[in-house]
């Protein structure tokens, strides 16, 4: 169709390039999946426990597969072309284990499983001789550990010790139950 006397190339599907030209670009590399890695993949795009980041790598791998480039791939996943080719790029090189999240920076854990353990059994099986429940600073001198460090395990846990779960009964041995 002519704009201003001028006619345009005839644009098909072929991936957004001119009929008749060359493709340009590096070409990508062959991605092909085993049967096994194929399941994987689809178990990892659809299973509602997967975190949304390793899904759309899964659905950028399958797709891939399907004979897609990067930027068709892109566009069916929207998301930008730039992470369909690290996804690739990391798939083909380290297949299923280049998806997984690689290590975040940040400041090692101070306080080990072990203690963090101890605090919620200490919480929940036992009392201190001179209370009736654990408080924070109670905990904390036993456990070692800050009174803020406890409070965090605790919310954590949804643990709230100065609340009573069990009902208690009366030690009134009177016999009237009626509280007057």
């Not at 975190?51 to 996943?77: F, M, V, Y």
Request: net charge positive; with cysteine; hydrophobic share 35%.
């Amino acid at each position: 169709m002519p704009i201003y006397g001028m006619a345009l190339p005839d644009i098909h599907a072929d991936h957004g390039m001119l009929t008749g030209m060359a493709r340009t670009g590096r070409p990508k590399a062959e991605l092909t999946l085993s049967d096994d890695e194929r399941a994987t993949l689809q178990r990892w795009a659809r299973r509602a426990k997967s975190s949304q980041a390793l899904a759309l790598r899964a659905n950028i791998i399958l797709t891939c597969a399907q004979g897609h480039d990067n930027k068709e791939t892109a566009a069916l996943l929207r998301c930008h072309q730039v992470t369909v080719g690290k996804w690739r790029k990391r798939f083909i090189h380290m297949r299923l284990d280049g998806l997984a999240d690689e290590p975040r920076p940040g400041r090692v854990p101070t306080i080990t499983d072990e203690q963090v353990e101890k605090v919620i059994v200490d919480t929940l099986e036992e009392t201190p001789d001179d209370a009736t429940h654990w408080s924070r600073a109670s905990m904390a001198k036993r456990s070692g550990l800050s009174r803020s460090t406890v409070g965090r395990i605790w919310k954590a846990f949804h643990l709230k010790p100065h609340l009573a779960d069990t009902f208690k009964l009366s030690s009134d041995t009177s016999g009237d139950n009626t509280g007057g």
